[in-house]
Structure formats: structure tokens, C-alpha cells
């Protein structure tokens, strides 16, 4: 994120460049989940109200299809918002503007995308949705390029690329080289995590993600954490 902070570095890890919303459309977002859990659009104190709701009443306003309306913008309903102090701008814009300038850390995974996107896809339905994702204008070439192009069967594996190589790899690379380009002797670095780790899925309610390497499972092996769920490297058990 675009912080005015003093920070020393950044591990910006699996980040996905879906555009932050400015001030007024995140208080709109937050209204309109207020009034998905029951506590109204201009209730006075929609902190307690929240907070007497159940777990299951929270989650179930979180996913409605409501809150995911409106384009790219809200594929991730909860997200920074640009408020012009704390953080004072779009990631990419920044970086092309060298005003990224601390030291670096930043890649994605192999299969980023399919954890946000539909199990299965029909191909009526990916030619909907895709135009929500790259744009009308780039929705046609797009998908007439492979490996996205789909026009029977089950498109849901194209549409995870789509996800991965648009909203996760290609603009972090972006990210990564218009930043080394303005930060001089600041270090940027970028990975590209492709370890499937057998036997277990970081996402266990997520059964796509089985046998592929979705967004967040890195994290055991970035904070050196993979004994926690058996998966010890031969180092880690020495």
C-alpha cells in the first residue's frame, strides 16, 4: 500500500492491483453491508448494531452479490481506500511516478486467481464476466488469445488465469520495474511461488485449490512456518 508513513521497506505479498476506492465509495460500501446485516443505511451507531450480530449474519451479508456489483473496483469489497494522508494514492501510479523509494519484496503465486473466481464458468457466462475484468475494449482479444480463449464447456480455468495474470503477475512486474527504475540504489525484488504443497490444502473449505498453488499459500513458507502443517523442508527438520 501507498503509505506517507516512514517505512523502511515493503513485502507487499500477493497483492492484487484492483484500483483502491476513493473515500466516498468506501463509506458507500460499508452503508450498503450495514443494510445487508439489518442495521439500516443511516442507523446512528452502526457499531453496536454490528457488533450484536452473529458470526453467520456478518458472513452472510459479506457475501452477497450485492457488494460485488460495480466492476473491478469492487471485485474486493474491503480494501485501502485514497484518502490523501495516510494513503495518498493508486500503487501503480506511484511507482511509475518514482515515488516508491524504500526497499522491496513483492511476487505472487502460480494459481493467484482462482480462489476469486467461479468453480465452474460457462461460456455465456465468461464472455459476461470477462469485460467486467480487462475492460470492454480489451475483452475481445482477450479472449481470443490462448490461454484464455473458451468457447464450450467449462471456462472457470481460463477465467482463474485471466485473474492471476491481470489482477496478480503482470501488474506486480509492472509494479516491480517502474519502481527499480525510479528508486536507484533502493533493492526491488519479485518471486514467483509455484510449490505445490502435496497433501494439503491452505484453503480446506476450497476445493479448487486442491493440487494447485492459490493465493496465501506461500505464507507458511515465508515466515518459515511449514512444520505447522507437516510440511518441514529437510533443513527446517535438521
Known amino acids: 500500500e501507498i503509505y506517507t508513513l516512514s517505512l523502511h521497506d515493503a513485502l507487499p505479498i500477493c497483492n492484487p492491483f484492483v484500483p483502491y476506492k476513493t473515500l466516498k465509495d468506501a463509506s458507500r460500501l460499508g452503508a450498503m453491508f450495514s443494510d445487508l446485516v439489518g442495521c439500516g443505511w443511516f442507523w446512528q451507531n ?39 494522508e495516510l494513503i495518498t494514492g493508486q500503487p501503480l501510479a506511484a511507482a511509475a511516478a518514482g ?43 482477450v ?47 519479485i518471486y514467483h511461488f509455484t510449490q505445490v504443497t502435496k497433501n494439503f490444502n491452505f484453503w480446506p473449505g476450497v476445493t479448487k485449490c486442491e493440487g494447485k498453488v492459490c493465493h496465501g499459500d506461500e505464507l507458511p513458507y515465508v515466515f518459515h512456518t511449514p512444520q505447522e502443517i507437516g510440511r518441514a523442508s529437510c533443513r527446517e527438520r535438521v
Open 99 to 141: 515515488k516508491l523509494s524504500v526497499p522491496m519484496v513483492l511476487g505472487t503465486n502460480l494459481d493467484e486467481g482462482t480462489l476469486f473466481m467461479p468453480a465452474t464458468l460457462k461460456p455465456w457466462e465468461y464472455d459476461l464476466l470477462l469485460p467486467k475484468i480487462v475492460g470492454k475494449s480489451h475483452a475481445r482479444k
Open 143 to 189: 479472449r481470443d488469445t490462448a490461454p484464455y480463449t473458451c468457447s464450450q464447456g467449462d471456462c472457470a480455468t481460463q477465467m482463474a488465469q485471466v485473474a492471476t495474470d491481470y489482477l496478480f503477475t503482470c501488474p506486480n512486474r509492472y509494479l516491480a520495474v517502474q519502481a527499480a527504475a525510479a528508486a536507484g540504489a533502493k533493492p526491488i525484488y
Open 46 to 84: 452502526h457499531a453496536k448494531c454490528l457488533r450484536d450480530k452473529t458470526p453467520e449474519e456478518l458472513v452472510k451479508a459479506e457475501n452477497s452479490v450485492w457488494l460485488t456489483l460495480g466492476g473491478l473496483q469492487n471485485l474486493m469489497a474491503w480494501a485501502p481506500a485514497v484518502d490523501g
